[in-house]
């Protein structure tokens, strides 16, 4: 089992920064990628950034240039940092960590990132 925590969201007006923090515990060795996803209300859950099995990095589009995801290994802990926040980054932000084998997802309890014009 994994567990997955994550910190560091709150209210920032348009165009500041927050960064956002996910440590891990539990069976560390069984996980492959690690990310983060967000949930705006009335939306579906979309991916934002992420760090592949490989130890590359993915980000949607909506977001390249303004965040970025980064990890410390000591710590297990993985950030993404938010730059140039507009009121439509506005949701809850969940960390995510895969299986070695692609086969099963875990997942934080969210937090908030509410961003006002």
């Known amino acids: 089992q994994v567990q997955l925590v994550e910190s560091g969201g709150g209210l920032v007006q348009a165009g500041g920064s927050l960064r956002l923090s996910c440590a891990a515990s539990g069976s560390i060795n069984s996980i492959g990628a690690m990310g983060w996803y967000r949930q705006a209300p009335g939306k579906q859950r979309e991916f934002v950034a992420g760090?592949?099995?490989?130890?590359?990095?993915n980000y949607a589009d909506s977001v390249k240039g303004r965040f970025t995801i980064s990890r410390d290994n000591a710590k297990k802990t993985v950030y993404l940092q938010m730059n140039s926040l507009k009121p439509e980054d506005t949701a809850v932000y969940y960390c995510n960590a895969e299986n070695l084998r692609g086969t099963y997802n875990y997942w934080g309890q969210g937090t908030q990132v509410t961003v006002s014009s």
């Open positions: 760090f592949t099995s490989r130890g590359g990095t």
